[in-house]
């Protein structure tokens, strides 16, 4: 068992996600099929955040390539995350073609600043980026509602709906 002193609370680890939240997004093209083949990397990029350098066990601004759900996140750790992902994911529309995901630990999801023996937590706010050559093409913003904590004791994973993203290219 992990303890933390986190927010002057005590918590405790009871699953192997406890901490990690998942993003996922299911990209379409202009007619609203699926699109299985990325040609350009879709991000979630962090924006508003001015202390981001400050931030523990993840500095500096993120950006984080959206991957095919079995990509990022069964096989995100080669531990015991994998067989329990495996598990929990079995019955979610996610996992059909055309989707993909970030999955983002707790120092990713959180600005930890750290506060002489604790952290203070500050959300962090992103958006969905489209990479192509030298640019960043705003596709969506992301909400709270989109961030779906993957700890057992939030419900189950069939409940994560994904953000519908529409490429017309």
């Known amino acids: 068992m992990v303890l933390c002193f986190c927010r002057n ?9 406890d901490g990690s939240a998942m993003i996922v997004i299911k990209v379409i ?6 699109i299985t083949d990325l040609k350009s990397a879709i991000l979630l990029y962090e924006i508003d955040n001015p202390r981001a350098d400050s931030c523990t066990y ?5 950006s984080v390539p959206f991957r095919e759900p079995k990509q990022s996140l069964i096989e995100k750790y080669n531990n015991t995350w994998k067989s329990w992902a495996t598990r929990y994911s079995g019955d979610c529309s996610f996992m059909e073609p055309g989707h993909y995901a970030v999955v983002l630990n707790q120092a990713q999801a959180h600005c930890m600043l750290k506060n002489e023996t604790w952290f203070t937590y500050v959300e962090r706010n992103f958006e969905i980026r489209l990479q192509k050559a030298d640019s960043l093409k705003v596709l969506a913003s992301v909400s709270r509602e989109n961030i779906y904590s993957l700890c057992t004791s939030a419900g189950k994973w069939s409940r994560i709906a994904p953000l519908e993203i529409k490429l017309d290219d």
């Open 29 to 34: 093209d202009k007619n609203g099929h699926p």
């Open 9 to 17: 609370a005590l918590s405790a680890q009871h699953c192997p996600f």
């Open 58 to 62: 993840a500095q500096g601004r993120l």
